[in-house]
């Protein structure tokens, strides 16, 4: 099992920016894809960013030219630089780390208000 470990999360003024950290542990295997999810709506989670071991990204329209993923596989980290907020960035975020199936953290709250 792997444990994922968000911290970052806060309040921030629209404009401005957060640098969101995941570490997993635990993991007996090497970790694949990783990314971030935020809570989108009561049933439907939105895919912000997802990074592979390589480097390669994928980001969602609404964030492209914004946010930034990272990660530093030494340490099973990665990383959502967040610039430019919006108020509409307001979530929950998940972080996501795939081995031999996909685990998630708990969450960790942006908010984004004057």
């Known amino acids: 099992q792997v444990q994922l470990v968000e911290s970052g999360g806060g309040l921030v003024q629209p404009g401005g920016s957060l640098r969101l950290s995941c570490e997993a542990s635990?993991?007996?295997?090497?970790?694949?894809?990783m990314g971030w999810f935020r809570q989108g709506s009561e049933i439907q989670r939105e895919l912000v960013a997802t990074i592979t071991r390589g480097g390669n990204t994928i980001y969602a329209d609404s964030i492209k030219g914004r946010f930034t993923i990272s990660r530093d596989n030494a340490k099973n980290t990665v990383y959502l630089q967040m610039n430019s907020l919006k108020p509409e960035d307001t979530d929950v975020y998940y972080c996501?780390?795939?081995?031999?199936?996909?685990?998630w953290g708990q969450g960790t709250q942006v908010t984004v208000s004057s």
């Open positions: 996501t780390a795939q081995t031999i199936r996909i685990y």
């Open positions: 635990g993991s007996a295997f090497s970790i694949g894809a």
